[in-house]
C-alpha cells in the first residue's frame, strides 16, 4: 500500500516556535547545536509529506478520527493536524508545557 504524499503547510504559530527554540539552543549550547538542531526539526517536518502516519495520535488532543499527531523530539514536541488534502504543522513546543497550552492547538486555522 502506497502512502499518499501531502503538502506540508506551517502555521505562522510554528514558524514562530521554531524560531524561538533556535534562538535559545543559540544562547544555551552555542550556533553550531542550533544548526544541527533545527536542520533535524526541519527535515523531521518536511518528511511529513509521506509519514504523517508513522507517528502517534497527540494524547492532549484525541479525536475519533486521529488527525492531531505529535512528534517528539528531544524535548520538544511537534503537533501536527492530517487534512484531506495537506498535513499542517501547528506547533512546536518543550515537553514542559502544560496541557491545557496544548489543547488551544485546535483553535489554530490554517
Known sequence: MEIEKKKVSRSTFYLHDIQDIFEYGEAIFGEKAALYFYADLKQTVHDLETQYLLHPECR?????TNIYRNII????????RIRAKQ???????????????????????P
Open 60 to 64: 492532549h488532543l484525541e479525536t475519533k
Open 73 to 80: 523530539l528531544g524535548s520538544y514536541l511537534i503537533i501536527y
Open 87 to 109: 498535513i499542517e504543522a501547528l506547533r512546536a513546543f518543550h515537553g514542559s508545557r502544560s496541557p491545557k497550552v496544548i489543547k488551544q492547538v485546535i483553535k489554530i486555522k
